[in-house]
């Protein structure tokens, strides 16, 4: 069983930055790829980015490449999303995922746990 909380995120114009984290608990963190999707009101969820196990692999939306950056730290039980250039169309709950195994899966039915979300909001 793995627990997922994120927290990072928070109002900010157009333009700015915000870095999310992603707290896991139990001690096989570093087995776990694990992935970044968002949800906008009355939208579906969407994935944005999955990092492997390892961190020798990643994969984006191309909605957001060359402006986020998914990493992680497996020594902190942590996994991050550094997002820049953050546009109105950015706003949306943003949740974490851990998924057991190898690659670094687009859909989120490939995932097996899920954080509770936090709330992104991009003003124009």
């Known amino acids: 069983q793995v627990q997922l909380v994120e927290s990072g995120g928070g109002l900010v114009q157009a333009g700015g930055s915000l870095r999310l984290s992603c707290a896991a608990s139990?001690?096989?963190?570093?087995?776990?790829?694990m992935g970044w999707f968002r949800q906008a009101p009355g939208k579906e969820r969407e994935f944005v980015a999955a990092i492997s196990w390892s961190s020798g692999s990643s994969s984006y939306a191309d909605s957001v490449k060359g402006r986020f950056t998914i990493s992680r730290d497996n020594a902190k039980n942590t996994v991050y999303l550094q997002m820049n250039s953050l546009k109105p169309e950015d706003t949306a709950v943003y949740y974490c995922?851990?998924?057991?195994?190898?690659?670094?899966?687009?859909?989120?039915?490939?995932?097996?746990?899920w954080g509770q979300g936090t709330q992104v909001t991009v003003s124009s």
């Open positions: 995922a851990a998924r057991r195994g190898a690659g670094t899966p687009l859909v989120g039915i490939a995932y097996d746990y």
């Open positions: 139990g001690r096989t963190f570093s087995s776990y790829a």
